[in-house]
């Protein structure tokens, strides 16, 4: 069966009369439509048994239909009411009102329920398509991580650049200006999320992003970063050495890289999510920096370049071939240092291969 016929064994399976999917990259999933539609509405509509179309503002149609969409694809103006369409062409497919609704109840917003409900106010909000998205895209096909090592080449080549564009005296920003200037003259147009480089101890925000703070000598500098091939997404970081950091920053990073490389050569079908945490955390907990390292070990990563599985505690998901996450331990001690080391991989049957190759003993950058 296609990702569609799926689908609609899905909703005969619940009991659904429709499915609504408004999450732009899980419309793109389905149709291989890759659209931001802003404010305007998008979505795509999945019956158990008609065939589904795809509503888009007008001046995205013929583009939808030249991604090679096959079924149908309706537009609206601006000046339209879009549910009002909907409904209509809802309508025309069914001959019946849909009762029982299947929602990204993760993503749509309440403002299109409620234009649901104006419209077919005896809507049920029923089966969650969000969760039957997280386990649809969760093992990957031999196309789709092609797809993503070439996102991981692609990540590679800016680790390099970015690597040389390190100097005394200029900012994080001006080094992000120059990694993203250079995957652009490279053809790459779009990045997975906002580059992160961070000096010194402003690394030690994790949750921080590249400031006007020029670098300088003798401190780690942090980079994470990557890119959107063909809708299909890279993510890794790397720290560097700037000149001679202090043997505490070299010490952390050090039990960081232990824990990734330890985590990582443990990955195999059979070990839980949560398993593959413990062994990262046991390291750093026994090296005496437990406490800071306060995020979960890794995440999945494909269309999105964060989404379904948490490689975390208490998370008992068993690992397949296919899957594919990230692991990324960080120790971030305020006011000294923050270090994260990261690869996204691809589960094999005897173990699991990275995207990323960037070495990861600790390069030095004079």
């Avoid at 013929?62 to 090679?68: N, R, T």
């Avoid at 994080?172 to 779009?190: C, N, S």
């Amino acid at each position: 069966m296609n990702k569609i016929e799926k689908l609609q064994q899905w909703l005969n399976d619940t009991g659904m009369d429709i499915a609504y999917i408004n999450e732009p990259t899980h419309v793109n999933y389905f149709t291989g439509y890759e659209s931001d539609p802003i404010e305007r509405v998008l979505g795509l509509f999945v019956f158990p048994d008609q065939d589904p179309f795809l509503f888009t503002p007008q001046l995205e149609v013929e583009s939808a239909k030249k991604a090679g969409w096959t079924y149908d694809v309706f537009g609206y103006l601006d000046h339209e009411d879009p549910f009002k369409l909907i409904a209509e062409h809802i309508l025309e497919k069914t001959n019946q009102a849909p009762i029982n609704w299947a929602i990204e109840k993760f993503s749509l917003p309440v403002s299109r329920m409620e234009s649901v409900l104006k419209h077919f106010p005896d809507a049920k909000f029923g089966a969650d398509a969000s969760e039957y998205m997280e386990k649809a895209k969760l093992i990957k096909s031999s196309d789709e991580i092609e797809l993503m090592k070439k996102a991981g080449d692609e990540a590679d080549f800016a680790f390099s650049v970015g690597f040389k564009a390190i100097q005394e005296g200029k900012t994080e920003q001006e080094v992000v200006a120059e990694i993203e200037y250079e995957l652009m003259k490279k053809g790459v147009m779009h990045t997975s999320f906002d580059t992160i480089v961070q000096g010194g101890a402003n690394a030690a925000n994790p949750h921080g992003g590249p400031e006007k703070i020029a670098l300088t000598k003798n401190e780690l500098v942090l980079f994470d970063l990557g890119t959107n091939h063909e809708g299909y997404m890279s993510d890794a970081s790397r720290t560097v050495a700037f000149g001679k950091p202090s043997q505490k920053a070299l010490d952390i990073y050090q039990v960081c890289l232990e824990a990734q490389l330890t985590a990582q050569a443990a990955i195999k079908p059979g070990i839980t999510a949560a398993e593959l945490d413990k062994i990262a955390r046991d390291v750093i907990t026994k090296a005496g920096y437990g406490e800071y390292f306060i995020h979960r070990l890794g995440h999945g990563i494909g269309m999105s370049d964060h989404e379904f599985p948490s490689i975390m505690e208490g998370n008992d998901l068993v690992i397949q071939p296919g899957m594919c996450f990230s692991i990324e331990p960080g120790i971030y001690i305020p006011g000294v240092a923050g270090v994260r080391i990261e690869d996204c991989v691809y589960v094999t049957e005897n173990g699991s291969e990275p995207f990323t190759h960037t070495p990861k003993e600790l390069t030095y950058v004079d």
